[in-house]
């Protein structure tokens, strides 16, 4: 079975620069989510989808961040335009709809982002 | 807001030993509990999922346990090894809030 896809592993941009991430989770997963990791930290939740409705972004900079998954499948996170404090790795993952049986979340390999 | 935290923060052992990893979360409410496993510069690797009506699961060396009341979970390695070194994350699922809140991580080192 094939895992959570990620791209790319890694990005260096300037501050001020826009960039983005893209990610393919396991197939037949409705749930997505966008994760940040800063070095040291546990991940923290950006967005969560349910199919390609959002379910949870509270914690999204929207005056920097969007994210989108279109036709409930693939999904794209953006940052425009980009700060110092945005270095981290960016982590996808995905698992079954909340409330089956399994909602066991499966992680990509992330996307380090240095910003400079 | 559920908050989850993980003691030791890092850990050294030697290669053989058998040892424990601490994870505490402050709302019991949860709808499931999730350890992986991090190496560095990598993504997560789910290592077990215990669901909020189950007491413990258990793969290979590795058993977790789950105590909704007392708001705590363990994760124990038994007979470690050098390839055990990463660091380990839990991962709390509440009932009302669909994502996972992950605790900062225990860093081990299993030294040969």
């Known amino acids: 079975e094939a895992g959570v896809a990620q791209s790319p592993r890694y990005k260096i941009i300037e501050k001020r620069q826009s960039v983005a991430f893209w990610c393919n989770p396991i197939?037949?997963?409705?749930?997505l989510y966008w994760y940040q990791q800063i070095l040291g930290q546990g991940p923290k939740l950006l967005i969560q989808?349910?199919?390609?409705?959002?379910?949870?972004d509270s914690q999204l900079p929207k005056d920097r961040f969007s994210a989108e998954r279109l036709k409930g499948v693939d999904s794209t996170l953006k940052i425009q335009p980009a700060k110092l404090e945005d270095s981290a790795v960016y982590l996808c993952?995905?698992?079954?709809?909340?409330?089956?049986?399994?909602?066991?979340?499966?992680f990509g390999q992330g996307t380090r982002l240095t910003v400079v | 807001k559920q908050e989850v935290t993980q003691i030791p923060a890092a850990l050294s052992v030697p290669e053989g030993e058998n040892l424990v990893l601490n994870c505490s979360f402050t709302?019991?409410?949860?709808?499931?509990l999730q350890w992986f496993r991090q190496d560095p510069g990598k993504g997560l690797t789910s290592l077990l999922l215990?669901?909020?009506?189950?007491r413990e699961q258990t793969s290979g060396r590795l058993n977790a346990s789950l105590d909704k009341s007392s708001g705590r979970s363990t994760l124990y390695i038994a007979a470690s090894q050098p390839g055990d070194s990463a660091t380990y994350l839990c991962?709390?699922?509440?009932?009302?809030?669909?994502?996972?809140?992950f605790g900062p991580g225990t860093r081990l080192s299993v030294l040969p």
């Open positions: 993952a995905s698992s079954l709809k909340f409330g089956q049986v399994n909602t066991e979340a499966f």
């Open positions: 197939s037949g997963h409705a749930t």
């Open positions: 989808f349910q199919n390609n409705g959002v379910v949870d």
């Open positions: 709302d019991s409410a949860i709808y499931n």
């Open positions: 215990i669901q909020s009506s189950q």
């Open positions: 991962a709390v699922r509440n009932n009302y809030g669909q994502n996972f809140v």
